[in-house]
């Protein structure tokens, strides 16, 4: 059973840093697409970041501009966990953010695209 779990959320400050994890199991996902979705109060679920895989311990990231130049999206094979680096945090990203995998290797922007889905995780962004 393929289970993605979310770590790393929490209360911070505008301003600050964030470091969030998602730890797959049931599968390997080091070749395919995986992606960082949030989703506001009241709003719908969006997209914040996708990468695919190039090569071995290469992977490329595309994200939103909404978080243009405020995050960093890695991946740790080994451990099976992606990462989602949000610094200079607002009040707008404020939100729960979910992990996505894909069983395809491309860059992925929808959520259709995504087979597997974490539970989530809260982060909240004071001013």
């Known amino acids: 059973q393929v289970q993605l779990v979310e770590s790393g959320g929490g209360l911070a400050q505008a301003g600050g840093s964030l470091r969030l994890a998602c730890v797959a199991s049931?599968?390997?996902?080091?070749?395919?697409?995986m992606g960082w979705f949030r989703q506001a109060p009241g709003k719908e679920r969006e997209f914040v970041g996708t990468t695919k895989w190039i090569a071995v311990n290469l992977y490329y990231s595309k994200w939103a501009d909404s978080v243009e130049g405020r995050v960093t999206i890695s991946r740790d094979d080994a451990k099976r966990t992606l990462y989602l680096q949000i610094d200079n945090l607002k009040p707008e990203d404020t939100g729960v953010y979910y992990c996505?995998?894909?069983?395809?290797?491309?860059?992925?922007?929808?959520?259709?695209?995504?087979?597997?889905w974490g539970q989530g995780t809260q982060v909240t962004v004071s001013s």
């Open positions: 996505a995998a894909s069983s395809g290797n491309d860059y992925y922007f929808n959520l259709s695209d995504y087979n597997y």
């Open positions: 049931g599968r390997s996902f080091s070749r395919s697409t």
